[in-house]
């Protein structure tokens, strides 16, 4: 019956599901009973779970009461069968599992919440979705902890994180450059930046567009938060790699299992160390923690109850990736007019089903 029910919904999502994922999912049940909570907890693509929870209240295994998923008692037996349990969460209390220290950076988290206080609103149109000011601070930390900040000249691509004015607040880059298509956000970092006498520039540039001669391997380090589509994931950690000096130059960029399956991580680590030479040094699980956005539900299918329900807190969780260029780097400067970087099956926003 797992096996049915992981083919059933391979079947309707386009996305590959395994018996073990079906598991894992009835598993978190054990956790909570909010779906959020059980896409955060699963590492799966979000309309993988929506519809293995789906299949699970078909085959009765799963109830829905208000929107609040449980186990059915025909369930509970299956369950203990199939020997699943809660996914065991044992983080750090200190460091919150990223490993980090940020002690010396108090004053930084202190600063970014206060200005945190007038930043604009994520809207739907540029994907946002911001980090908490603690993720912001220990990109920085992190960044400072490998010798990527300090003297050093930093490319940040989109910025909804403030991560551009974090960095500079530091007085440790040389100059830090943002690419950010919002205008509001852009007015919102030059405004700080002035206010705060931080180097911090802000540049006019279409991602999309032939990526410029001023940006090419200008930088010793980018940051990145970006669409993971495999062609927004191409074109961004491209454009980020593209203007990198060159060698032992670093990348950072968060990416998450909610909007990516293990097979997309596979073709993207195949690209990092086979196409753009560059190898993986570091990968750290559940590093940033995404503020919750109010657009959510309006922008995932409408057709499962248990899916329209407010998170229980914040849920959306990325892995930071570090990667740093071992002898020399491709990057992808090609226009890229026609490529879509944000809904593909595994997105969010996704809702047709095929
Ligand atoms: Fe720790």
């Known amino acids: 019956m797992v096996a049915d029910i992981a083919a059933q919904v391979t079947n309707r999502t386009g996305i590959k599901v395994f018996p073990r994922d079906v598991l894992r999912v009835v598993g978190a049940l054990g956790a909570t009973d909010n779906f959020w909570r059980v896409a955060s907890l699963v590492r ?28 059915s008692p025909a369930g509970q037996a299956w369950v203990e069968a199939a020997r699943t349990e809660a996914p065991f969460v044992a983080r750090c209390r200190t460091c919150g599992g990223r490993g980090l220290d ?12 206060e200005i945190g206080r007038s930043r604009p609103a994520p809207i739907k149109e540029f994907d946002q979705g911001y980090v908490t000011p603690e993720s912001t601070v220990a990109r920085v930390a ?80 980018f940051l990145t ?37 293990l097979e997309k991580w596979q073709l ?12 993986i ?40 990736y570090r990667v740093e260029v071992v002898e020399s780097v491709t990057g992808h400067t090609d226009s890229a007019s026609n490529a879509e970087l944000y809904v593909d099956r595994e997105a969010l926003a996704y809702t047709g089903r095929t």
């Open 281 to 320: 040094t570091d990968i750290i699980a559940n590093f940033n923690e995404y503020v919750n956005w109010d657009y959510l539900l309006d922008s995932v299918r409408k057709d499962l109850g248990f899916v329209q329900v407010p998170p229980a807190g914040n849920w959306y969780r990325s892995a930071m």
């Open 44 to 71: 799966l693509p979000f309309n993988a779970v929506a519809e293995i929870l789906n299949s699970l209240t078909e085959a009765g295994v799963v109830v829905v009461e208000d929107g609040s998923l449980r186990v």
């Open 268 to 279: 993207l680590q195949r690209r990092l160390t086979g196409k753009f030479g560059v190898v």
């Open 142 to 221: 992190l960044l400072a902890a490998r010798g990527d900040l300090a003297d050093k000249e930093l490319l940040v691509l989109g910025d909804d994180d403030l991560v551009s004015l974090a960095a500079a607040f530091t007085r440790r880059p040389q100059r830090v450059v943002v690419l950010e298509v919002d205008p509001r956000l852009t007015r919102f970092i030059e405004e700080a930046a002035r206010a705060y006498d931080l180097v911090v520039e802000v540049l006019e540039q279409d991602i999309r567009a032939r990526w410029p001669e001023h940006l090419l391997h200008r930088f010793d380090t």
């Open 225 to 261: 938060d970006p669409p993971e589509t495999l062609e927004g994931l191409d074109l961004f950690l491209g454009r980020g790699l593209a203007s990198l000096k060159g060698p032992r130059c670093a990348g950072y960029f968060g990416l998450t299992f909610t909007e990516c399956s």
């Open 102 to 113: 940020l002690g010396l950076f108090q004053e930084l988290l202190a600063w970014l919440r």
